[in-house]
């Protein structure tokens, strides 16, 4: 009489795997670039201002665009060419408990030769999670000589 052979199957799921949204809240965090206008010669040398982004704090923060600098001239706006230049994206899972609420930093740098570079502004916003939507703000510098508009996603997830 033959043998049967069975095939043994692997395990395949991840290490704490749940497809039960009772417990927790997951919810995505997504800070798109959507424009840059300086109002306001930064460099004395050239006519362009070199600029870049920092979101995040302490070690784990994103640098936009992690290699060279945006160049924009005075008055001029630098517009995304893209539906989305993303800044920051942030899978977040919250228990019940926790507080529905996240601030995330944003910096905004211009390039100096040889000294250090300045810091236009330095911004904690606020973040809802209750609220899933898409909002765009403006954030500026203390003269109002250099603006910079995002869009926020914020959206409940399952993953």
């Given at each position: 009489?033959?043998?049967?052979?069975?095939?043994?199957?692997?395990?395949?799921?991840?290490?704490?795997?749940?497809?039960?949204?009772?417990?927790?809240?997951?919810?995505?965090?997504?800070?798109?670039?959507?424009?840059?206008?300086?109002?306001k010669d930064y460099d004395i040398a050239s006519k362009t201002g070199e600029f870049y982004i920092k979101v995040g704090s302490g070690v784990r923060y994103v640098?936009?665009?992690?290699?060279?600098?945006?160049?924009?001239h005075e008055n001029d706006t630098f517009e995304t060419g893209q539906s989305d230049f993303s800044l920051y994206n942030e899978f977040l899972t919250l228990k019940?408990?926790?507080?529905?609420?996240?601030?995330?930093?944003?910096?905004?740098?211009?390039?100096?030769?040889?000294?250090?570079?300045?810091?236009?502004?330095?911004?904690?916003?606020?973040?809802?999670?209750?609220?899933?939507?898409?909002?765009?703000?403006?954030?500026?510098?203390?003269?109002?000589?250099?603006?910079?508009?995002?869009?926020?996603?914020?959206?409940?997830?399952?993953?």
């Open positions: 009489m033959p043998r049967r052979y069975y095939a043994k199957q692997k395990k395949t799921y991840a290490k704490g795997q749940d497809f039960e949204l009772r417990r927790k809240d997951r919810y995505m965090i997504n800070i798109a670039l959507v424009s840059i206008k300086p109002r640098r936009v665009p992690n290699n060279g600098f945006i160049q924009i019940r408990n926790d507080k529905k609420e996240r601030k995330i930093r944003i910096r905004l740098f211009e390039r100096d030769v040889g000294k250090k570079d300045d810091e236009i502004f330095d911004i904690k916003l606020p973040l809802k999670l209750q609220v899933s939507d898409t909002e765009y703000k403006i954030l500026e510098d203390k003269d109002k000589k250099t603006k910079v508009k995002i869009k926020i996603r914020v959206a409940r997830t399952r993953y």
